[in-house]
Nanobody, 114 residues
Framework: QVQLVESGGGLVQPGGSLRLSCAASGSIFSIYDMGWYRQAPGKERELVAHITVASITTYADGVKGRFTIARENAKKMLYLQMNSLKLEDTAVYYC????????WGQGTQVTVSS
């Protein structure tokens, strides 16, 4: 079992940047595929970016070229670098660990507003 805690959210203007972090504890981090998801008000939770145990990455079409997912296994950390933020990126962002089961963090709010 793994516990996840996200941080790094906040208020940013359009075009700005944020880096989200997800700290894992309780299990061997390197055996989990990891992902960042987001949920905007009134919408379903959606995949933003995913990174496998082999560090193969995939991105949602709307964030390609703007967001970068990375993992640091030795520190049990997952990151999401978000650049050129848009109003539509406003959401609660969650990290998820996947192996046999899925484990979720509590989320961190990202608000893009002028």
């Amino acid at each position: 079992q793994v516990q996840l805690v996200e941080s790094g959210g906040g208020l940013v203007q359009p075009g700005g940047s944020l880096r989200l972090s997800c700290a894992a504890s309780g299990s061997i981090f390197s055996i989990y595929d990891m992902g960042w998801y987001r949920q905007a008000p009134g919408k379903e939770r959606e995949l933003v970016a995913h990174i496998t145990v082999a560090s193969i990455t995939t991105y949602a079409d709307g964030v390609k070229g703007r967001f970068t997912i990375a993992r640091e296994n030795a520190k049990k950390m997952l990151y999401l670098q978000m650049n050129s933020l848009k109003l539509e990126d406003t959401a609660v962002y969650y990290c998820r660990a996947s192996r046999v089961y899925n484990y979720w963090g509590q989320g961190t709010q990202v608000t893009v507003s002028s």
